[in-house]
């Protein structure tokens, strides 16, 4: 992995890298925001309106350290950052199997190839893949969500 020393760290500018690039590079989503955009549907039942189909909502999912290894008068540590995407698909007309069979794989496969490998700071690790999970489902809407990963070093 890359890495990063004598400057803050954190996935903030993740996020929103992968933001821009969703919303450049994935034309079949709709919509692309961010975690405070979510937790603004969170007072209306998670309502995601139908012609803004598929919405993505990237936040930061959590991370993972390695253990501290001495380097050259240093300490270095493998730092793991996530980020999810829940994604909000179904056009209100379209039953749940349809939508879960053609909607969830076209949706999926699409941010994938956005995403996939994407560097979205210089010296901070590719994203890697780390699999998807339904989340709600609702009459004609489900709700699922993707984990992707980048791993780099800490120096101290």
Not at 96 to 124: H, S, W, Y
Request: charged share 15%; net charge negative; proline share 4%.
């Amino acid at each position: 992995p890359g890495g990063v020393h004598g400057r803050a760290f954190g996935s903030h500018g993740m996020i929103d890298a992968i933001i821009q690039r969703l919303e450049q590079q994935c034309p079949t989503l709709k919509t692309v925001e961010g975690a405070v955009d979510l937790s603004n549907l969170m007072g209306s039942q998670f309502a995601v309106i139908f012609e803004t189909r598929p919405a993505a909502f990237v936040m930061f999912g959590g991370d993972n350290a390695g253990k501290n290894e001495m380097g050259t008068d240093e300490v270095v540590q493998v730092l793991t950052e996530t980020a999810t995407i829940a994604i909000c698909v179904g056009d209100g007309k379209t039953g749940a199997k349809q939508v879960a069979e053609d909607a969830i794989m076209t949706v999926r496969n699409a941010v994938l190839v956005c995403l996939l490998g994407f560097v979205p700071e210089a010296q901070r690790g590719a994203l890697q893949y780390r699999g998807a999970m339904p989340l709600a489902m609702q009459p004609r809407t489900i709700w699922f969500a993707m984990s992707f990963a980048r791993s780099y070093g800490v120096n101290g």
